[in-house]
């Protein structure tokens, strides 16, 4: 499953798959792979059989999106596995919710990984500690985005511990703004599940029930169908065209949550969220 960004390294390793789950962490290499970023590696006994030795020597840090069990809840477990061979990356996370965590960045705090550039956004909402971390190759302008349970494609994360108004900040002003209109088609979204059937399912329902309605969205549409793995595949210029959550002033999706011309773009997201919620 390797999956090559040019001359960075992005490599997906499914975890709980196997159990009805489909959560994804990831390998963030350098160009000539020595240095490595191992983001949301919550289920140790599948994530290190993925890693080969290089790999895990590579390994300078272990890095939450968020402090969710299925995201912080190898974090222990993976210092313990590197430990072995002498390996002590450090850990970032949003929060010392996170267990382990030794550096909390600051919104739009950037960090460097080799000669990759990666800025740190805050989006509070799924939970106040989530953190979506944008990826520059400064070699090639190719670049990625880290992006937890707060945007998946074709949709977003559960309200856990934020509201609709904290969701449309962190989707449509902290995301879109932190990226750059410049570089949103560019950048390559891998988020922290493989929801896009799903969230595909829902928005076909939902919101644009017929072909033609959304000509991004039918391509998306067939893709999903055709394709178990989406992550690496949509930029953040596509959900910009096919992600409702990112849509609020679309007629079509106003239409969809029973809007009457009067409702803000936080009454259509909390009724978007909700109606996602009872599918
Ligand atoms: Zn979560």
Not at 65 to 88: E, F, P, R
Not at 119 to 125: A, D, F, H, Q
Not at 245 to 255: A, I, N, S, Y
Request: hydrophobic content about 35%; aromatic content about 8%; proline content about 5%.
């Amino acid at each position: 499953m390797l999956r090559q960004v040019r001359n960075m390294h992005v490599k997906a390793i499914k975890m709980r798959w196997l159990t009805g789950g489909d959560n994804y962490s990831y390998l963030l290499s350098t160009q000539d792979r020595t240095k490595s970023w191992l983001i949301d590696p919550a289920e140790v006994l599948e994530v290190v059989p993925n890693l080969d030795a290089a790999e895990r020597r590579s390994i300078q840090v272990i890095v939450n999106t968020h402090h969710h069990y299925d995201h912080s809840g190898g974090n222990v477990g993976m210092l313990a596995a590197l430990g072995k061979d002498n390996i002590k990356p450090s850990v970032i996370g949003g929060s010392h919710t996170s267990p382990a965590v030794t550096v909390v960045p600051e919104h739009m705090q950037h960090l460097k990984l080799g000669d990759l550039e990666i800025t740190c956004i805050r989006t509070p909402c799924h939970t106040q500690d989530s953190v979506c971390y944008h990826v520059k190759d400064p070699q090639t302008g190719e670049q990625a985005l880290f992006s937890g349970d707060t945007l998946f494609t074709a949709g977003c994360g559960r309200f856990f511990e934020g509201t609709a108004q904290e969701m449309d900040a962190a989707l449509n002003q902290r995301l879109l703004g932190g990226v750059g209109e410049p570089n949103w088609a560019l950048t390559k979204v891998f988020p922290g599940h493989e929801y896009t059937k799903s969230n595909v399912k829902f928005v076909r329902k939902a919101v644009y029930p017929n072909p033609n309605m959304n000509q991004a969205f039918d391509e998306l549409d067939k893709f999903a169908a055709e394709n178990e793995v989406t992550t690496g595949h949509f930029s953040l210029a596509d959900e910009t065209q096919f992600n409702p959550f990112m849509r609020l002033d679309d007629p079509l999706v106003r239409q969809a949550v029973g809007d009457d011309g009067s409702w803000s773009r936080t009454q259509v997201m909390d009724r978007l969220r909700k109606l996602k919620n009872t599918m």
